[in-house]
C-alpha cells in the first residue's frame, strides 16, 4: 500500500487531535455542549501558543489539560458540579486523562472520533446542522471558519451550532458504533462527502474551491477508515476523495481561472494520492459489491491513470457508469454518463442522453453546460452559444461563470 497522501502542519496536528480531546471531556464530564466550548478555547490557545513556544511533548495531554481546566470553571458555575465530578471521579481511571511524562505514551483510543462522527449526524439534526457541528466538534474548525465557508454571518453559524448542540443534548457519548449503525454510517459518509464536494468545487462565492473544507472531509474520512478498514463502501469513499483531491493543483489557472479536465497539466496532479487512491479503489471492489463510491471511485481512476485526454478508456468509464445508474440512479450521474456516452458515441447520442434528463435538471446550470459543450463538438455554435450563456446566468461560483462566459465569447468571436 503506498504511503498515505495527506497535509501537514500545526492546523492539521490540532484538527486530528480535536475529536479525542473532546471525547476525553465528554467521557468524564459529560454536557457535550460546554465540553466542546471548552476545546474550541484550548484549539484557539494552542494556535497563538504553539508557533512560539513550540509544540509540546505531548500534543494531546497539553490540550487535555487547558481544555479540562476550562470546562471545570464552566462547570464550577453550576449548581450541581460537585455532583457531576463526583459522579464522573467514580467511573474514571484515575490516569486517564492526565498527559503522561515525556517519553512515555498511551495511545488516546481513535474510537471517539467515530462517536462523535455517529453524534453529529445525529438523525433529530437537519443536514445543515450535521455538516456545521461536524466541522465544529470533530474537525476542529471555530465558528468564524464554519461561517465563511458556507458564506453566512457568524452569528447566524453561531446559533445553528448552538440549537444543533442543545438538540442532542442528553443523547448518550456511548460506544463508536450505535445499534442502527449502518443508517447512521450511511449519514456520517454522506456529510462527509457533501463537505468534500463543497470544498473541492464551491457552490459560490469568488473562489472555485475551499481547499480547507476538502482537507478537513479527506482528515475525517481516513479517520473513520483507520477505524473500519475493511468496510468497502468508507474505503470507497476515501479512494473517490484522493483520486478526486489529486486533480486540485491542476485545476485553477494563475489568476484563479477554472481549466477543465481535458486541458490541465497531468504533471501537476498529485502522484501520491492518485497512487493511495488507485490502490484502495482496487481494495474496495475485491470486497464487493461495489457501493455508489467505489464505483465512482473506479471512475476516477480511470481519468487519473490516462497520462493524456487521449488516453482515457471512455468505453470502460461507460461501462461503470451503466452499472452506477442501474444500481443507484441519480441526476448527476446520469449526466456523467452522458458525458462518457458522448465520448464513445458521439455527441449526438449524448445529446438524447442529456435530453432524457431535461425534466428532472432542467435549470441547473450544469446540465446547461454539458448541453453547450455536446452542442460546440456537434457543431451547432447558436445552441451552444445559448446554452453557454444559460449556464453562465444559473451558476453562483463567479470561476464557472467566468469560464462559461469566456467560451461563450469564443463562439461569438
Known sequence: MPEPYEPHGIEDLLRRHAPQVLGALVRRYGHFDLAEDAVQEALLAAARQWPESGEPDNPRGWLIKVASRRLTDLLRAEESRRRREENAAQLTPRDAFT??????????????????????????????AQVALTLRAVGGLTTAEIARAHLVPEATMAQRISRAKQRIRGVPFGRPVPADHDTRLAVVL??????????????????????????????????????LPHDGTVTGLLALMLLTEARAPARTGPDGELIPLDEQDRTLWTRAAIDEGTALVAEALRRGPAGAYQLQAAIAALHDEAASPGDTDWPQILALYDVLVERFPEPMAELGRAVAVAMVEGPAAGLREVGLLEGRLKGHYRLDAV???????????????????????????????????????????
Open 99 to 128: 498527559a503522561p511524562p515525556p517519553g512515555e505514551g498511551r495511545a488516546p483510543s481513535e474510537d471517539d472520533t467515530l462517536t462523535l462522527l455517529f453524534l453529529c449526524c445525529h438523525p433529530d439534526l437537519t443536514p445543515p
Open 190 to 227: 454522506q456529510v462527509l462527502y457533501l463537505i468534500f464536494n463543497e470544498g473541492y468545487t464551491a457552490t459560490s462565492g469568488t473562489d472555485l474551491r475551499r481547499a480547507g473544507l476538502a482537507h478537513e472531509a479527506l482528515r475525517l474520512t481516513r479517520a473513520v477508515h483507520a477505524l
Open 371 to 413: 448541453r453547450a459543450h455536446l452542442l460546440e463538438r456537434a457543431g451547432d455554435r447558436g445552441g451552444a452559444l445559448a446554452a453557454y450563456r444559460a449556464a453562465a446566468g444559473a451558476t453562483l461560483s463567479e470561476p464557472e461563470a467566468r469560464y462559461l462566459r469566456a467560451r461563450a465569447a469564443r463562439l461569438e468571436s
